[in-house]
T-cell receptor, first 113, second 109 residues
């Protein structure tokens, strides 16, 4: 079936540094999402993105977070600066249309020291 | 409030036994998905099942919308089935997915 790729699979950085998480969505999909799962906790929605704009974001999507998809390349989540509580697994998803099923990537495990 | 409730929270089986995982939701849904999360954290989509029954190998998913529940049945469990099973629903009203807390399944040899 359709595959969403995420790069890197793991990232370790020092608190205060910037990190960019990359998502390669399904090629013809138009809607993109980020979800966050802290170890041992529920997976939660961060943001969705369509036509170059953030459509909806949750309270977890702090001011230090930003998303973009320049020129149809990777869909990225940037955190600047990072904080200890940003340590989590971040999942990217994409869908063709607003109501369609979302296909998930395998996740990026981020550890902020 | 919690949109999605999963039960049981954890389940321990002997290899070969069957498992029944439940997901109850508190509002009308647009779609229901079941995921398997490997011990390392990566996510695998098992079923996209907004209603009715779907089969895939030893797995069966049944969603009954008017009863606001979905179940995942694993027959003849294997040790490799161990991991966390998540159900997620997408509401008619918006475009985000709400995940349950998950069921941790351990299958012993």
């Amino acid at each position: 079936g359709p595959k969403v790729l995420q790069i890197p699979s793991h990232q370790i950085i020092d608190m205060g540094q910037m990190v960019t998480l990359n998502c390669d969505p399904v090629s013809n999909h138009l809607y993109f999402y980020w979800y966050k799962q802290i170890l041992g906790q529920q997976m939660e929605f961060l943001v969705n993105f369509y036509n170059g704009k953030v459509m909806e974001k949750s309270k977890l999507f702090k001011d230090q977070f930003s998303v973009e998809r320049p020129d149809g390349s990777y869909f990225t989540l940037k955190i600047q600066p990072t904080a200890l509580e940003d340590s989590a697994v971040y999942f990217c998803a994409s869908s063709f249309d607003r109501g369609d099923t979302q296909y998930f990537g395998p996740g990026t495990r981020l550890l902020v020291l | 409030g919690q949109q999605v409730q999963q039960s049981p929270a954890s389940l321990v089986l002997q290899e070969g036994e069957n498992a029944e995982l439940q997901c109850n939701f508190s509002t009308s849904l647009n779609s229901m998905q079941w995921f398997y999360q490997r011990p390392g954290g990566s996510l695998v989509s098992l079923f996209y099942n907004p209603s009715g029954t779907k089969h895939s190998g030893r797995l069966t998913s049944t969603t009954v919308i008017k009863e606001r529940r979905s179940s995942l049945h694993i027959s003849s469990s294997q040790t490799t089935d161990s991991g966390t099973y998540l159900c997620a629903l997408k509401l008619n009203s918006n475009n985000r997915i709400f995940f349950g807390d998950g069921t941790q399944l351990v299958v012993k040899p």
